[in-house]
């Protein structure tokens, strides 16, 4: 990379507020389908600014193929704009409230959820070079180990 390239990427961050991170790149509504708990799912993924743009907000929803039976949860992140660290809170329809801890690349965020108090697990949220979005869900077994228990792929729609 030559010296100017770096410096208009440097100048160009910086004017942005630094470099964007998978939750910025993931800001949208989202469709699409996959497994959970073993049941095939459709889903509904929409990421933005939220709380006068000091929040980014994930809403996610699945109903599970064939039921009427919705889940619905929601996080709110703080500080994942340009960061590659942010913290969060959520919540869903089970009842459960989750503290979430996230790590982000340009393409994933990678977010830990859980107290002790609470089942410990992560979703990873994966950009693929298709323009699409994977994401990825696990909780932690009692012997330490990572259960996967969803998988769903999704498509921008808009």
Avoid at 64 to 74: A, L, N, Q, S
Avoid at 96 to 118: I, K, Y
């Amino acid at each position: 990379m030559t010296w100017w390239v770096l410096a208009l990427t440097i100048a160009l961050q910086a004017q942005a507020g630094g470099p964007a991170g998978a939750l910025s790149v993931m800001e949208g509504k989202w469709t699409g389908k996959g497994t959970v708990n073993a049941q095939e799912v459709a889903a509904d993924l929409e990421v933005g600014p939220a709380l006068g743009q000091q929040f980014s907000r994930l809403q996610y929803r699945f109903t599970p193929v064939g039921t009427r039976g919705t889940f619905e949860g929601v996080a709110y992140y703080k500080g994942c704009k340009a960061a590659t660290s942010c913290s969060g809170r959520w919540l869903d329809s089970s009842g459960a409230m989750h503290v979430l801890s996230a790590v982000q690349t340009a393409d994933v965020l990678t977010s830990e959820w859980g107290d002790g108090a609470t089942p410990r697990g992560k979703t990873e949220y994966r950009l693929n070079g298709e323009g699409g979005l994977v994401v990825t869900d696990w909780v932690r077994a009692t012997d330490g180990s990572w259960r996967q228990f969803g998988l769903v792929t999704y498509a921008r729609v808009r």
